[in-house]
């Protein structure tokens, strides 16, 4: 057998194959390493001035921030219950919200079912959100609908659209057309065709990139409220300014435990979908 | 019932896949279409139901100019038309009964086909035509939990449900081997037979073609270069066909072969046979 299959060495072929280089020419191919590293010892050694001294301050005054956490201060708990459900609310809120406003707007912005005006609406907006960070769109929300959840709300409805939709789109794009193509050759309509051809085929990693949507609202929901826009994220900014470390701690290791759970709770959702 | 005159098909990219081709089925048969891969064998059928929108010649089924309908009239007409796939194009996580009520999708209400609440009638039928392609009791299983030949048992429910005055056929056992390939085969001849229906089918398989369909038409380079009865194929117009080759084991009809006995031998023929065809 092994006679057969592997020819003897020495014959009339080569022995040794490489794979051809990235960059064919050894000039370039050896120019650019020397390149970078010149830019990287340029860039450290010049242009940021490391200044030791701040950083040894810096180093000291972060101990000091951290010998006033401990121990954490549960003490106002009430403050602390009332930012974690608001939380909890936007992120829940939001998601859900998100989830229903992604379906047609990742449906139209789906090449192969959009008709071209449409697509090109549809995937402008869904850029144009993606295109500015959470905190960019918390800090435009508070300045429109003032202080609160409501801003924190809006701006995570914003990013779970947006996200949820460019997904959809995805899978719809990467659907089976045979299977689609099927149900449109026995004269359903449209609307029968998305129930029938596509639903069944991107349901279930919507439903999967929806729930692991809502985890990371949980996490944002903390952080869009350091700008004001409700939530435990704003009684930490709140603490913080007020020099309560201890109970700033106490704060983040409830915010901690938060991302934890939500965290296992999104994987065990996500296994069992399919 | 079926005339197509003068069908053309040019691809946006330029490719010309047919050049005008003009087919009548004016009884109920089953009309085989064969030649090489490229061919034109599937723009054909997929123009018929328009899956493929020709670039121009008519299309006309039982009175009905199909190359003439607008959106609204191509879906009726659609729904007049059952296709068969060759990768039987089932939505695979829907379970078998849906898929072949899929086929009622034409007739039922949005918000019926949504709650799966068909009428007792298509439900009736489903059932009866899951029991006729060998499926009964397999209604609840999901679509990509059955093999190749199941599924495509539930691909020719589905059509059939349409109760179709025209059945298209595309390849429907290219993915198969060679002993259920003459089983769907023959369910197919069998139930078009039965109902009165026409059939246009595409297939890869001279031997099935011969065995199987009534009349034989062979295209080549999107024209029809023969046109007669299945009886007629001689090695001549297989090089027409498809070019010089070694016909003489190849122009043999497959006897049938309910008993495991023969289907040994005629697996090890057929094999043989299908890598001639498919060259
Ligand atoms: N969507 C398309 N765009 C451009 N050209 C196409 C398209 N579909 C098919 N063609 C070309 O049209 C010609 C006919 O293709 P067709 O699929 O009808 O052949 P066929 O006879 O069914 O072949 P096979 O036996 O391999 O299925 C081929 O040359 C093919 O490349
Ligand atoms: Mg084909």
């Known amino acids: ?65 951290f010998a006033r956490m401990v121990p954490p201060d549960f003490s106002r708990w009430e403050l602390l219950y009332r930012g974690i459900t608001e939380s909890v609310l936007i992120a829940f809120a939001a998601s859900f919200v998100g989830m ?50 409501l801003a924190g709300v809006l ?40 129930i029938y051809g596509i639903t069944p085929q991107v349901l279930p990693r919507y439903l999967g990139v929806s729930i692991y949507r809502l985890d990371a609202n949980l996490r944002h929901s903390t952080v869009v409220g350091i700008v004001g826009a409700g939530g435990i994220g704003q009684v930490l900014a709140a603490s913080f300014s007020r020099y309560d470390y201890d109970f700033s701690l106490a704060i983040l290791l409830v915010i901690i435990s938060l991302v934890f759970l939500g965290e296992i709770f999104s994987n065990v959702i996500r296994s069992r979908l399919r | ?48 139901n328009r899956l493929v929108e020709p670039t121009s010649g008519r299309v006309v089924l039982n009175g009905t100019e199909i190359t003439a309908l607008g959106r609204h009239g191509l879906r009726k007409a659609r729904r007049r038309i059952g296709m068969i796939f060759q990768e039987y194009n089932l939505v695979e996580r829907l379970t078998v009964m ?60 589905r059509a059939l449900m349409q109760r179709p005055e025209l059945l298209l056929v595309d ?35 001279v031997a099935l073609a011969q065995t199987f369909a009534d009349h034989i038409v062979g295209l080549r380079d999107g024209r029809i270069v023969f046109e007669d009865g299945s009886d007629r194929l001689t090695p001549a117009v297989l090089t027409e066909i498809y070019g010089e080759e070694d016909w003489s084991t190849t122009i043999r009809k497959v006897e049938e072969d309910d008993e495991a006995e023969g289907a040994e031998a005629a697996k090890g023929r057929d094999d043989t046979e299908s890598g001639v065809a498919a060259g």
Not at chain 1, 51 to 65: E, S, Y
Not at chain 1, 101 to 125: E, H, Q
């Open chain 2, 1 to 48: 019932m079926l005339e197509i005159s003068d069908l053309v098909k040019t691809y946006p990219n330029g490719l010309k896949a047919l050049h005008g081709i003009s087919l009548a089925v004016d009884r109920p048969m089953v009309v085989a279409i064969i030649g090489s891969s490229g061919a034109g064998k599937s723009t054909l059928i997929r123009c018929v």
């Open chain 1, 100 to 149: 229903i406003v992604a379906v047609p707007l990742g449906l139209a912005a789906a090449r192969n079912l959009a008709p071209l005006p449409v697509y090109l609406v549809a995937r402008f907006i869904i850029v144009l959100s993606r295109t500015f960070h959470e905190i960019v769109w918390a800090i435009f929300f508070v300045k429109v609908v003032g202080f609160g959840p």
């Open chain 2, 171 to 205: 390849e429907p056992t290219a993915s198969l081997d060679p002993k259920t390939s003459r089983q769907i085969m023959r369910l197919i001849v069998e139930l078009a037979h039965e109902r009165g229906t026409p059939v246009l089918i595409n297939i890869h398989d």
């Open chain 1, 1 to 65: 057998m092994s006679e057969a299959t592997a020819p003897r060495r020495g014959a009339k072929y080569p022995t040794t194959w490489r794979r051809p280089p990235f960059i064919e020419n050894p000039l370039f191919r050896y120019g650019s390493v020397v390149l970078a590293l010149a830019y990287l010892v340029w860039s450290l050694g010049f242009s940021i001035e490391v200044d030791m001294a701040r950083v040894i301050q810096g180093l000291d005054r972060a101990g000091n921030m």
């Open chain 2, 98 to 157: 849906e898929n072949v009520l899929s086929g009622r999708l034409g007739y039922v209400g949005f918000w019926r086909a949504y709650r799966r609440n068909y009428p007792p009638d298509d439900v009736a039928a489903a059932f009866e035509i899951l029991d006729r392609v060998g499926l009964e009791g397999r209604e609840n299983a999901r679509a990509d939990a059955l093999s190749g030949g199941q599924r495509q048992r539930v691909g020719i429910a």
């Open chain 1, 155 to 194: 701006t995570l409805i914003v990013a779970s659209a947006s996200f949820i939709s460019k997904m959809l789109a995805e899978d719809v794009e990467n659907m089976q057309p045979g299977q689609a193509e099927a149900i449109r050759a026995t004269g359903a309509s449209f609307p029968k065709l998305l």
